[in-house]
């Protein structure tokens, strides 16, 4: 998957194409001039529309840097739909899920981990803070997890409000600080130890 391939295979029926276009031009000119540099006329020009049609969408630069990471995290789980197969193992469906995020995700267009830093605006945060977002992986999660209750796959005692949460600061953290050295080997092999031995430990079973 190309970077520039993200958004054109993610549906758009829903969105408004003019502020779509005005967050596509405002991420790559962020990433190539840095958020500081960058100016909304440089954002009206790239997109092809008129300065003042940015205030129809956005109030500020901050606020379409805002929208596109939200944006970018909800594509983005479109993308793990559509990518991720499905998994009778649950743990391992995680693993899955977790190891595409980490992987993928830099590849898309809203990427916005990188030109946010120096800006005061915490991306991370954003995710966390956005009921909608959480909803929407709890719901995309919601089935697989009960089966996986119900066969004993995994603790218990691990919600999935809380398994949600976990998800995503481990990937946000692995996508905030890579590590050179660290293969995709190591960190699967590292997510899998660590991460999924916690969901299969059962608090009820004598060690």
């Given at each position: 998957?190309?970077?520039?391939?993200?958004?054109?295979?993610?549906p758009r029926d829903t969105r408004a194409p003019t502020?779509?276009?005005?967050?596509?031009?405002?991420?790559?000119?962020?990433?190539?001039?840095?958020?500081?540099?960058?100016?909304l006329d440089?954002?009206?020009?790239?997109?092809?529309?008129?300065?003042?049609?940015?205030?129809?969408?956005?109030?500020?630069?901050?606020?379409?840097?805002?929208?596109?990471?939200?944006?970018?995290?909800?594509?983005?789980?479109?993308?793990?739909?559509?990518?991720?197969?499905a998994n009778e193992d649950f743990p391992n469906f995680v693993l899955d899920c977790l190891i595409y995020v980490i992987e993928e995700s830099p590849?898309?267009?809203?990427?916005?981990?990188?030109v946010s830093q120096g800006t005061g605006l915490d991306p991370v945060a954003?995710?966390?803070?956005?009921?909608?977002?959480?909803?929407?992986?709890?719901?995309?999660?919601?089935?697989?997890?009960?089966?996986?209750?119900t066969k004993q796959q995994i603790n218990p005692d691990m919600q999935l409000i809380k398994l949600v949460n976990w998800f995503g600061r481990i990937s946000t953290s692995y996508l905030q600080y890579p590590l050179d050295y660290e293969s995709?080997?190591?960190?699967?092999?590292?997510?899998?130890?660590?991460f999924l031995g916690a969901m299969k430990f059962n608090t009820y079973q004598n060690i």
């Open positions: 998957m190309s970077r520039d391939s993200t958004l054109a295979e993610a502020r779509l276009a005005i967050m596509e031009a405002a991420a790559i000119a962020f990433e190539k001039n840095g958020f500081q540099a960058t100016t440089d954002i009206a020009e790239a997109a092809g529309v008129a300065r003042r049609s940015i205030y129809h969408h956005f109030k500020s630069k901050k606020d379409i840097l805002i929208a596109a990471c939200i944006e970018q995290a909800q594509m983005f789980l479109q993308e793990v739909r559509n990518n991720v197969p590849k898309s267009t809203l990427f916005m981990l990188d954003l995710y966390f803070k956005n009921p909608q977002f959480t909803q929407d992986w709890i719901a995309f999660f919601q089935q697989p997890y009960d089966t996986a209750i995709k080997e190591d960190i699967r092999e590292t997510v899998k130890t660590f």
